[in-house]
């Protein structure tokens, strides 16, 4: 009041008037902006949801937004409801549809249904996925519902699993990683690798500047970790000759399986750096700008699906730097699944290309998958490498009694144990045929209880291409 009679002296009008007046542009004002933010919201929420649900609904996008009615704040508590034509089939194919679209939009994961009188659809906030998840609560679910192609990634909304489907048909053949440091990269991988090896894939060649990753699963058969500089770039392009390979034995025989080589790209970005810093060093005047390393990436990532090779890389963020430059496209699509933790808005915008972006949380192995266009908040589990380690070799090794082959009924005479004896067996010096297997991998091979490799005699002959006449 006090204001207003100052301001009533300086126009000569009485101060009631003045208060009145200035009530009512205060309130006009608030119904202004509150009508405006309606509006809003209306035009940058509301009516690209109806026209994206128009699709899959069958409905006119016009009429759906007039249905619409979302709040601009999503909590676990909102319900969103709105009629659909007779010609909605109510398939799951079309709620996962109606579901996804929301979930890009407004952020959450969603459970669609219908509901009758009168028919609708309904769709709900799910809860949240756990605060925390332990190695020891998921172990009896990977042993019961995984596979040598289905990996456990962790629990999202409502406590459902998320399975990787690395199968030869699945969604993914490489994933990609772009987590910021303490995010868990490196807990993520052992948990994989265990997995992984538990199924039986016994080849995962480990690029790892910086060491330490994968320390405490050092038993886990065919674990090749790769340090230095020339060492790391020369595994990659022994990967991609061996791709070659198979695919030339491929084409002799379409219906060849091979053997699961799950390489493992950790520290990207440290890696760019090095590799950039050493290809400088030694590049003549003439070669190209890029190490030749990503070539060699580049071409694993997309080729290597029909022959048995998967990739998972992982990078602090994944900058077209760190994916090889001019490749860099190419590259970051090539991972056909993407996770993202510790994130900035301009990652999530490159990686994803999503809107609205995800929020990043704060919660230790809190991740947010990207499976297919959908955005899933994940809890990765969490074990310690020793247990991670044992799980690993339960399964596998498990079956393989000293010195016998698994299920090829043959005796102790088909087999060769260690790497002396097959050296001796083929007239090669060790390190020669240690060198040579770790360049082109026997088929066929298998570990025994205490963890040495062995071979079934003739697989070993075959390999160093001496056939079956040399075994009479
Ligand atoms: N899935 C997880 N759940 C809970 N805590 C985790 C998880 N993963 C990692 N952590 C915690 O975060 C720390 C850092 O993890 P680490 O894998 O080394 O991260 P990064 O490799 O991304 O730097 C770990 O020592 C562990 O205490
Ligand atoms: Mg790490």
Sequence with gaps: MFTATIIAGLLE??????????????????????????????????????????????HSSVALAQHLSIPRTITEDTQIEFPVPDTFQHSAGQHDAVATILGNRFG?????????????????????????VLFAEVADLIREQGGPWKILAGFGANREPLWLDFSPGGELVNLGVSVGTGG???????FVVAQFAYWGADDFP??????????????????RVYRRVEEQWKAL??????????????????????????????????????????????????????????????RMLIKQRQVGGRTIGVYQRMTAASCGGIDATVFRDAYGVKALSRFGPGAWDTLTGIKPRATPSNIPGRWTFVV??????????????AELSAFALSGRVR?????????????????VIGLEEAAARLRMKPETFRKARQRRPITGEFRTAQNRPGWPLDALL???????????
């Design 13 to 58: 009008a009485p101060w009631p008037t003045v208060a009145v007046a200035g009530l009512t542009t205060i309130g006009g004002g608030w119904l202004g902006i509150r009508w405006i933010r309606g509006r809003w919201h209306f035009r940058r929420k509301i009516r690209p949801t109806a026209r994206a649900l128009a699709l899959p609904t069958g």
């Design 108 to 132: 959450h994961d969603w459970h669609v249904r219908t509901a009758r009188n009168p028919l609708r659809i309904v769709a709900t906030v799910k809860k949240e996925p756990p605060g925390k």
């Design 184 to 190: 868990g990269k490196s807990a993520f991988l052992r």
């Design 206 to 223: 480990v690029i790892d500047t910086k060491f330490v990753s994968l320390t405490g699963m050092e038993d886990i058969p065919g674990l």
């Design 237 to 298: 392009h022994d990967v991609r000759l061996d791709m070659d390979d198979r695919y030339e034995e491929l084409l002799l025989n379409p219906q060849k399986s091979f053997r699961p080589r799950v390489t493992i790209l950790e520290e990207q970005n440290d890696a760019a750096i090095e590799w950039r810093a050493h290809w400088q060093e030694i590049k003549e005047r003439r070669d190209p700008a890029t190490p030749p390393v990503y070539q060699d990436i580049t």
């Design 372 to 385: 297919e266009g959908r955005v899933r908040p994940i809890q990765v589990p969490y074990g310690e490498p």
């Design 399 to 415: 079956d393989i009694p000293t010195g016998e082959v698994v299920g090829q009924g043959q005796g102790q005479e088909g087999v």
């Design 462 to 472: 075959r390999w160093a291409g001496m056939g079956e006449a040399e075994t009479a």
